[in-house]
């Protein structure tokens, strides 16, 4: 399988900072997405420590070490405990970011597989050949847990007012990861992307975009900017990955 890579982020039309923080590597098969939150400079710090943290030990793993998916699950998995571990280091040593965290979605290419992890509540897509986009990861946040339960509907004013609120973030006591292994498929794109692009910006929109686009970097250029003009009330950031 051949990869292709693409990323961007925008601080969007409201934020006076970005604190999104993005990491991509074609050769070392690795691309990440994080969305920092707490205070003026704390999320920031929180979501460049998780992309350090995740993408070093990605990156060092040996080619013999890419044949093995045990080895890469337990690589991805402590690198994201490490990384919380990080945060809730740096933020006892300065109270000031005593509330920083950060959501991670990333993901990790072997030969013919894909290893995805996903905290909190940026997103994790697959766009096929036909104009068909999934979900790949699972929003943890209180309303989508509460809409999976049956105990919300999407549209109710409710669900606006609790959107901000994650279940799962690193910078938390305790932590969970989400991990999958997906089968590769040529022709498939990966988006990652932080909620100030998907709250603006549908999936049928993200497919079509992708779809049409002349390359992925010009994807990436165009749904920020459509995100942008529907308000761009947060960062945002978007990460293409391709199979072919």
């Known amino acids: 399988m051949i ?16 604190e999104d ?7 070392k098969r690795v691309i990440m997405v994080c969305d920092g939150m707490g205070g003026h400079t704390g999320g920031h710090i929180a979501s460049e420590l998780a992309v350090q943290v995740v993408a070093n030990a990605l990156t060092s793993l040996r080619p013999t070490d890419w044949a093995q998916e045990d080895k890469v699950i337990e690589t991805m ?8 571990d990080h945060i809730l280091s740096r933020a006892r040593i300065d109270p000031s970011l005593f509330d920083m965290g950060t959501t991670i979605v990333a993901l990790a290419f072997m030969k013919d597989r894909v290893i995805t992890a996903n905290v909190g509540d940026s997103r994790i897509y697959r766009i096929c050949d036909a104009n068909t986009i999934e979900q790949v990861s699972e929003d943890h946040s209180l309303v989508a847990e509460r809409i999976r339960a049956g105990q919300l509907d999407p549209d109710a004013p409710e ?3 609790l959107s901000n609120i994650l279940t799962r973030a690193l910078g938390m006591d305790r932590v969970t990861v ?3 292994v997906e089968s590769l498929v040529a022709g498939d794109t990966y988006l990652l992307c932080s909620d100030g692009l998907s709250d603006l910006v549908s999936s049928a929109d993200m497919a079509r975009i992708v779809n049409n686009g002349e390359d992925l970097q010009q994807s990436c250029v165009d749904l920020i900017d459509l995100a942008n003009q529907r308000g761009g009330h947060d960062n945002i950031t978007v990460a293409l990955a391709h199979v072919s």
């Open 3 to 18: 990869l292709d890579m693409a990323a961007l982020t925008h601080k969007g039309q409201v934020r006076a900072q970005n």
């Open 159 to 161: 669900a606006k007012m």
């Open 21 to 27: 923080c993005l990491f991509y590597d074609v050769r």
């Open 77 to 84: 998995k402590n690198a994201v405990f490490g990384a919380n």
């Open 178 to 180: 989400d991990i999958s």
